[in-house]
């Protein structure tokens, strides 16, 4: 099934959340329109490849078991200097369904690795 059409981006309540935070954390108006541009090229982006270069496969949380055609990624991408700069998006991908799940958006200011695991396997169990 791979290569017939663009994947469908299916956001989460956790992702929302995490996405308005982090956009309030630009101070100004236009570094706020700017950020969420960004983030939405990215998202438009994945929908074609949800493996770009500077994504990768994340583990799981310890005891959490996803439904077989399910990966957990997570994308690195530069916004601006410095940690706050540093966003980190963690994603689930069905290949097969050809489904994208965005989970949690971030900066390396806010979580130098990524949230909580009991925070994600949280999250990801509401979901399935």
Known sequence: MSGSGPFLIEKTEQFEKSFKKLVKSYKSKSQQVE????????LDEITN???PN????E???NGLKLPQEWVLYKLRI?????????IRMLYLVNEQDRI????WIYSHK????RPPEQDIKT??????
Do not use: D
């Open 100 to 103: 994208i799940k965005p989970l």
């Open 54 to 57: 500077k994504s990768r496969s």
């Open 78 to 86: 530069m916004f601006a200097k410095g940690a706050s700069g540093q």
């Open 110 to 113: 806010q979580f130098a690795k």
């Open 123 to 128: 999250v990801i169990k509401q979901l399935f």
């Open 59 to 61: 583990s799981l949380p």
């Open 49 to 51: 490849n949800p493996y």
């Open 35 to 42: 950020f969420v541009n960004f983030i939405s090229n990215y």
